[in-house]
């Protein structure tokens, strides 16, 4: 976890950039709110979190916090999760709530898409077993749906509901009453997902700031 004192235009910052897709100046307004959570220290723990009013209503902050220190969201073949943070990890994490860029291929723009459906499974699968339970997977829809603005929050329950009923009558069919279920794995979940519009209704507000304006 590397130290982050300098200006915002030295190569570390330049580095990040571009790694995340935050420009220069985003990543300067999230270092100070990095620095304000974490009481000017050089990195976060999951009680600093738990001090956020704006998060303390959210119905996944559990969710969102461990996100925050789940290595597999900031390191390659990462597993287990971290006590602390520095602002590199945290500026990862915050890079998946990003709204994608207007002028980019197809190609990465199906990479960031996917990049975003994997954490967000990662989210759900806290066990990291490579599956999430029908239920999971219906919070996960009702979440993103209810996020829009367009739809109320029964609404989007509603709509939930019947798509894990969907899910389960294709992907478990009938069970006998032994039978275990053992889940949705990331594949079948990028699948179900396909018609669902999620680039730019994951993003964040819990840290005064909105996310969905973060794009170049």
Excluded: W
């Excluded at 304000?36 to 001090?51: I, V």
């Excluded at 597999?72 to 520095?86: A, D």
């Amino acid at each position: 976890m590397g130290s982050f004192q300098s200006l915002p235009d030295d190569h570390q910052y330049r580095t990040l950039s571009k790694k995340t897709g935050f420009s220069l100046e985003q990543i300067t307004i999230l270092h100070n709110r990095f620095r304000q959570l974490s009481h000017n220290e050089e990195s976060l723990r999951k009680d600093d979190f738990k001090t956020i009013q704006d998060l303390e209503s959210n119905p996944i902050r559990f969710q969102i916090i461990e996100a925050f220190f789940d290595k597999r969201n900031f390191q390659k073949n990462g597993v287990g999760s971290v006590e602390e943070i520095g602002f590199e990890e945290f500026l990862t994490v915050m890079s998946y709530f990003r709204a994608p860029g207007l002028h980019i291929t197809e190609e990465k723009r199906e990479e960031i898409r996917r990049a975003k459906l994997r954490f967000l499974f990662n989210m759900h699968d806290t066990d990291n077993d490579g599956t999430i339970t029908l239920e999971e997977y219906r919070h996960v829809v009702e979440e993103l749906l209810s996020r829009s603005g367009a739809l109320g929050r029964e609404t989007a329950k509603g709509i939930a509901d019947a798509a894990m009923l969907e899910v389960a009558s294709i992907s478990v069919g009938p069970m006998a009453p032994d039978e275990f279920y053992e889940g949705i794995t990331f594949e079948h979940f990028v699948k179900i997902l396909k018609g669902i519009e999620i680039e730019t209704r994951m993003h964040i507000r819990f840290l005064n700031m909105d996310t969905t304006v973060m794009c170049k």
